[in-house]
Structures are given as C-alpha cells and as structure tokens.
C-alpha cells in the first residue's frame, strides 16, 4: 500500500513539474492533486469493488446491501454502454419469438444474432 502512494505521489510530482514549466498560476500543491486525482480515483474505485464484492458473498444485511449495491452499478454500467435503441420489428426473433434476447436488443444491449 505504501509503495501504491510513493507511486500516485511521483505519478503527480512528474505530471506537475511537467505542467508547471508551462504555466506557474497554480499553486504545486493544487496541480500535484490535480495530476494525481484520475488515479486515486480509479484506486477508490477498486477497493470499493472489492470491499462489496467481499460483503456480497456474506449473509445479513451486510451482504444483502452489497449484491444490491453491485447489482445497481452493473445494470449502470450497461445503460451506459448501451448502443442505439431499435425497434421491434428489427429484433423479433423468427416465428414473432419475443424474449429477454429480443427485449436487450430493443434496448441497444444486445446485438441481433438469430
């Protein structure tokens, strides 16, 4: 953990003797927080899956909020990949089959592969 913040701390050192060359309005402080903010959140981000991801195989209410907590921010992280909705017509399966197949590719989740 502490060599992961020497490396965060010279990632943003390097990023703002990079950026204070170019301009000196900003405080050192402010653009070595500046350079480093990306990483430590991508850093927040994955312990945060893991602490859930850890509760979730839990049983009380420990374990019942984080499986809702990563089921919320997996179906998040599917609207927002999503590609363009379609209408039914285009999706239906052969012989007016409707389904979830057909269902998530209406909602631009799935590719028409049948």
């Known amino acids: 953990m502490k060599a992961l913040n020497t490396l965060f701390l010279l990632a943003g050192l390097t990023a703002t003797a990079q950026q204070s060359f170019a301009s000196e309005s900003k405080p050192l402080a402010t653009q070595a927080a500046e350079a480093i903010q990306p990483y430590a959140k991508k850093f927040g981000e994955a312990v945060d899956q893991t602490v859930h991801g850890f509760f979730a195989g839990t049983d009380g209410p420990l374990g019942d909020a984080a499986r809702s907590n990563l089921q919320s921010r997996q179906q998040a992280e599917r609207e927002a990949n999503r590609g363009t909705r379609k209408p039914m017509k285009e999706c239906i399966k052969p012989g007016n089959v409707i389904d979830d197949d057909v269902k ?6 799935r590719e028409k592969s049948w």
């Open 104 to 109: 998530e590719c209406m909602e631009g989740l």
